[in-house]
């Protein structure tokens, strides 16, 4: 198999969840352009993808990730205009789910840059501790400890009724 054809398996195999992970990030009406920069950037890199290093899925969302940051005052505008949603929370259905995502907004823009990063790559990328260490070149003890105060931060929004007592 030629470099061409391994590269052609490993978008096809990756393209889908890099996207939906960059989606999440900043919206569907950029996520196509970066996800599709983010394969660019990897293939003008490739000769640089060491495999005992770590995982081709991880350097992937690590490109992703570090594209993401280009776009982060488009992206902390996003979670401005969703924390702007001000709609009463009814008991179900599509406009308790309009709400939330204000709310989640809101506390979304609260993260540092680097808990939101973890956060978004264990919830939207569904990377596992190690993954996420490899993609943004930290250690797993501080993977661990971001996404704790990311979920500490999020959870008034998460469980309301919980901290309404």
Avoid: C
């Avoid at 470099?3 to 490993?10: I, K, V």
């Avoid at 196509?32 to 060491?50: G, I, S, W």
């Avoid at 989640?104 to 840059?113: F, M, Y």
């Avoid at 978004?120 to 569904?126: K, S």
């Amino acid at each position: 198999m030629t470099g061409a054809d391994q590269f052609t398996e490993a978008h096809d195999r990756h393209f889908a969840e890099v996207y939906r992970y960059i989606a999440g990030r900043l919206g569907t009406q950029v996520a196509e352009d970066v996800a599709a920069e983010t394969f660019l950037v990897a293939f003008d890199r490739r000769k640089t993808f060491d495999p005992a290093r770590g995982d081709l899925r991880a350097w992937l969302f690590g490109i992703a990730t570090n594209l993401v940051s280009r776009h982060r005052r488009k992206e902390a505008r996003h979670y401005r205009a969703l924390a702007r949603i001000e709609v009463p929370r009814p008991a179900e259905g599509h406009e308790n789910s309009v709400a939330i995502r204000g709310q989640l907004g809101k506390a979304l823009s609260r993260l540092t840059a680097g808990e939101r990063d973890v956060l978004l790559l264990v919830a939207l990328a569904d990377l596992g501790y190690a993954e996420v260490a490899e993609a943004l070149g930290i250690s797993p003890g501080t993977v661990g400890s971001r996404l704790t105060r990311a979920r500490k931060k999020l959870a008034p929004v998460l469980a309301p009724e919980a901290t309404d007592e």
